[in-house]
């Protein structure tokens, strides 16, 4: 007589061969989203490296890429867990000899309709952040890239008052942890002694993250630190912002080149004042 063990049904040896290949394909799936994710994830401070590199004043997010990223790893990380319980599930039904439901494959169509939608969605930020850098205002790019004025000195129009630009100019400070050490009124210290002037206030504003590295760097910059910008209304009503040009003080202090950026963001604050 036959033991119960050698007559229960089992599938056949290339039905095991071929969950297995489809296991480890599976593995592979989820190992290259989780590899890929990595990579998406670390797209965005690549794309800030270039910002830095190519000088490119003013500081735009890319913190977007980081949880595209994320999605992708831990998508990779349930398909190798989903993969590796529906292989045990497929063994116990070859062990029973019960066939293999003829159905499409669910983790599948799943994982190709995040895949679609992600990209969807990463074509569409990387579309955005590209119009985005595209409408912003030339000026701020043409200014550094603009020859060096003879004083060192870039001047921009205000759309703004005085009193307005430099609210604005004290809120960017302020939303950035940027110390601002004084205020200097000009056309009120004159109005005390009986002068008259143009509305003229002037800003000096820094930070010492940014500003000791430059000191240590070169130390004659300590005489043009902290930052300053100067907002003053002329004769005919025109309200400017001044500030000296970080390629000015580049040159003159022989700043190293990865340190311009620590005295760049004056034209940010002074562009986005007056803008």
Known sequence: MESPTASTPRGALSDYLAAERTQLAWIRTGLALMGFGFVVARFGLFLQEIQFAEQVPGERSYGLSLWFGTALIVVGVVVNLVSGWQHARLIHELDRGQAAPR?????????????????????????????????????????????????????????????????????????????????????????????????????????????????????SIAIDLPLKVLIAEDAQGTVSVSYNSPVYLQQRHGLPKELLQNVAVVETFAAKAAE
């Not at 595209?134 to 550094?144: A, V």
């Not at 060096?148 to 400070?173: K, Q």
């Open 103 to 219: 159905r499409p494959s669910t983790p599948a169509v799943a994982v190709a309709v995040f895949l679609a939608v992600v990209g969807l969605a990463m074509a569409i930020y990387l579309v955005s952040v590209r119009s985005s850098e595209s409408s912003t205002p030339h000026s701020s790019k043409e200014s550094s890239m603009a020859p060096i004025p003879s004083n060192g000195i870039i001047t921009r129009p205000s759309n703004h008052s005085v009193d307005e630009t430099v609210a604005r100019l004290e809120a960017l400070l302020q939303g950035k942890g940027v110390t601002l050490f004084a205020l200097v009124d000009h056309s009120g210290e004159a109005a005390k002694v009986g002068l008259t002037m143009p509305p003229t206030k002037l800003l000096i504003f820094g930070n010492p993250r940014g500003g000791t590295p430059l000191m240590l760097a070169a130390p």
